[in-house]
């Protein structure tokens, strides 16, 4: 059972749930669904799925109580009966459930993973499988990041030529890039509001929120590449990057780029129903804002203290206007350092002393330190992993993670560069996301009790076609970044 538990009792005998066992009660459809069951349920034994008024189980809570001819499911809401049902999924096996008693409860409101689909797009089937995935695990966010340097996949009908133009690349680096060597390779795609909109739903059904990422105002050389006048004065046409790293393009500060980007969160937020919104604002570089006349006289008609200041002026225009739709903005945590107004949620990514930094600055913090988090880095320091972005981040280091209680949650991340494929992704991802799974939901941590209940999930991934890192402890690093 990953994640584990909050308390569990096991008694005598066992439940067959078969593939005519009944379903009844709020969302059996998808209970059965879930759980492999036949539509018409004329075999013995039945799942009773039920609400009920207790607030100790919170929005998600929920308890499982398992006899030899029932299993019942009872929670205040839909979400909570929902990870009841993938308990009752997991605890399934040869000879049936074991009869007994859970009761759980997540440690965390936020349960994150972030995918990105702006380094590599990715087909919607891809990313239904991974709700899938997450909802299996009680993950309950799925972030997206939508826009990059590298690409941009979100459609916004306002302005066609950010996926007209934005959306592809002429190539991709080729191994790893320092390397210098590309593939030649187009690459792009993007989705349709409504594919999106399907997304959301198809989500939201499973317990899982989806939260878009625009990223403003750095990463942004895939909207400049559409739209010139977003950005700076270049000697050379401005095109949709097809290297990795860090690009100089930031978007400018005039009205006209304000506009733009309240265009963008109005139809962002038209398609994701998410209180939460993204605004990224990492990893900006500000050369350009230090040299442009625009930059200064934004400057001076703000009253702020230097060019260093705009990032700031743009993380408070954006959460103001996110407001103003009634949402709240999250921002990477290089935003702490630029006086964001408080109501926005810090994702702490630097590392754990920015966990600490937000929360005393009076944020909502959703812990995602690279250095616990990242699951795009490599697992060990062995001659024969991928080529990764840096690492080693073994699962140890991973499951040991504490975010500590004065947070929102905590997120993993999944970063593309090289991540371009199902099998790539799955083998990063597996099995260090259950090691997340299990931190984000669960108070408790034994390792031991961890990786022998790990080896016994490990089938049901296999029955899933996870392509997880195989075998997972294979030249393990005993160290953490």
Known sequence: MIPLVASARTDQGRFPLGPGTRVSGPHAGLARELLGLDARGEGPGEVVLGLVADPSLGPEGYTLTVTPDRAVIAAAGAAGLGWG????????APGGVPCGTVRDVPRYAWRGVMIDVARWWRPVSFLRSYVDLLALHKFNVLHLHLTDDQ???FEVRAHPSLTEIGARRAESP???AREGRSDGTPHGGFYTQRELRDLVEYAAARGV?????????GHSQAAIAAYPWLG???????TVRTSWGISSQVLNVSDRAADFARDVLDE???VFPSTYVHIGGDEVRGDAWATSPEAARRVASAGLDGPQALLGWWGRLLADHLRGLGRRAVAWDDMLDHDPPEDMVIMAWRGVDRIEAAARAGHDVIAAPHTHTYLDYAESDAPGEPVSISGPLPLETVYGFDAGDAVLGMQAQLWGEYLPTKERLDYNAFPRLCAVAEAAWSSGRDLGDFTRRLTAHLPLLDRLGVAYRRPYDQGAARVHL
């Open 85 to 92: 049902v993938q308990t009752l999924r997991q605890l399934d």
């Open 151 to 153: 690409g941009w996949r």
């Open 174 to 176: 080729a191994g790893h």
């Open 209 to 217: 929120t989806v939260v878009p990422e625009i990223e403003f105002p």
């Open 232 to 238: 700076h004065p270049s000697a050379e046409p401005v």
């Open 268 to 270: 962002l937020s038209d």
